[in-house]
């Protein structure tokens, strides 16, 4: 664990991955922040509030794309890349879902929220494809 802690690689994951999962934790929170704001009765739920479904989805999003980030980069991590490449994989995921939260949050007109998602994921799918080439050729 120790060689671990003392590795470039990994700490800069753990970093940026601390940071999108704490991003993601404050989404619950903030739901229930506009339920209780806009009045919002789940048990009557004769109608859903807009702003309160709009932070709900957002933090859906964030439960599809992060932990996924989470997995596939700890195992890119593993692979050996180059530290300046996986530090720009790392950052520009992060940033994407931070843009992606904002564009989601302050109902910014499309194609802001799309684009930011789109480079989320092919952020995960890059890192994806290095885990997989490198396995096949163990």
Known sequence: MADLMSNDM????????????????????LTGYFRITRKEDRKKMLQ????????????????ENIISFVVIGLLYAFTGPDL??????????????????????????????GLSWVV???????MAYRVLTTALFL
């Open 120 to 126: 989320g994921i092919i952020t995960t799918f890059s």
């Open 10 to 29: 990994f700490l800069a994951f753990s970093k940026y991955a601390t940071i999108v999962v704490l991003k993601m934790m404050f989404m619950a929170p």
């Open 84 to 113: 300046s490449t996986a530090l720009l994989h790392f950052q520009v995921f992060v940033g994407s879902r931070f843009i992606h939260t904002v564009s989601y949050l302050l109902a910014l007109p499309q194609p802001s929220r």
């Open 48 to 63: 859903t509030n807009p702003d309160v479904e709009r932070v709900r989805r957002c933090h859906q999003n964030d439960l």
